[in-house]
């Protein structure tokens, strides 16, 4: 069913109506500060339940992880528990101020010190930040390390990034804005990083290689061991891209696999809402030999000599903020971390324990590979092996024998209640779906979409016009993507409507 498009409200204003709620003949301006208002734009007249309706009308005029199934590959759209929210939400954690002295915050740094410990030893590194934002600001930050890092060591002729074809563009993208340059290297028939293919552009230039493991294909990269020795062996960094961390969490730590740098996107593996751009949280792993680059503040824990000695060890800690690192690239942002990600990430953590969390990434590696079995009865799925918590399929056939592409069959699926997979990446698959079930979706769920998946395709080979306009029951029908990037208009303008 077509949505009724909802008037605007500047529309349904007429005057005399006025905010009888809030006094009449009284309009709303004059309840405002007088420099808020502008006289060029009055408020319009309305009653309370014509915004009332407006309001909550906008507010259904959006798809997220809370109204349905959301496979965007790569971007873990997992079910957020309310839990953590609350947990952010306690007075003490929300209104401390970022500057109150360390002695009255005691409580949020002890949140900051046990998340970078849990992290710490949930990934085999020996240390994080919880500075950046987000992980491509990690990355950013890991790039600034490896970069002054080899400075300190006289080797500024390393100046290549290594980045698989498989890879998220903001790894040669951060690569680049750190001065480096980016090799791009080809993925072999497995969709694979083949260690011979490294061997060729390893040298005295190379400064890191940045993986993803499982790789955006979904794949485990099985000779990353081989391939950090290699890299190593030519006096290079390796790179975790870890935005696929709920493949992984619990199972096998990076640090093990012989990475030296990594980060984490918590806003995906663990359960912080995003989408839209909404703050994110990236926090950046180091290995040993490279914690005193990492950015400031570190928060440390001191034995607190004034503490109860009835008390464990571990509850006679003193937490502080330390800003005395002098081989720290220095702050990534202002103030020290988005703290209220963090305390969402500690209470996801501590909610699961360890072997929750390896539970967690066992069913989210089980829900991708059930969808794969299913999808590629009647879609190509161009790598059919096991899969970890993604995998692609590719439209490139159908679209050969229909005229039906990859984009065409995810507008469809905004018609029939589901979001959208990741489409046309990886590049390397044509006509690419990248669809990632994340573990909180149920068997029934899953089976809904491929039956409406199948359908799909059924109408792509039956009636492939009926696909072509699609979406056509969304607010917004299709838009012309090459203009909305070019020619973007972001604003409302009353003159113009
Ligand atoms: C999301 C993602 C990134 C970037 O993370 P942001 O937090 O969006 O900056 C990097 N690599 C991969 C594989 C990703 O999925």
Redesign the pocket.
Known sequence: MPHAEPALIFDLGQDGRANRYVEPGRALETFLPADMVRKDLPLPDNSELDVVRHFTQLSQRTFGIDLGFYPLG???MKYNPRVNDAMAALPGFAQLHPYAPDALAQGALQVMYELERSLASLFGMAAFSLNPS??????FGALLIAKKYFKERGETKRDKVIVPDT?????PASAAMCGFKVISLPSDARGRVSVEEIRKVLGDDTAVCMM?NPN?LGLFEDHIAEIAAAVHAAGGLMYY?G??GNAIMGNVRPGDMGFDLM?L?T??TFTIP?GGGGA???PLGVAAHLVEYLPTPVVVAEPNPDADPALAPSDRLNFRLDFDRPKSIGPMRSFWSNFAHAVRALAYIYANGADGLARVSQLAVLNANYLRAKIAEFLDVPYPEICRHEFVASAQALKKQTGVRALDIAKALLDRGFMAPTVYFPLIVPECLMIEPTETESKETLDTFVEVMRAIVRTAHEDPQALFAAPVTTVVGRVDETRAARQPDLRWRPETH
């Open positions: 790569s971007c873990t987000a992980g491509a600001h990690a990355e890879a998220h563009g903001t790894n993803t955006t891209d935005a696929n980060h996107n806003h995906k995003h994110g949280h990236g």
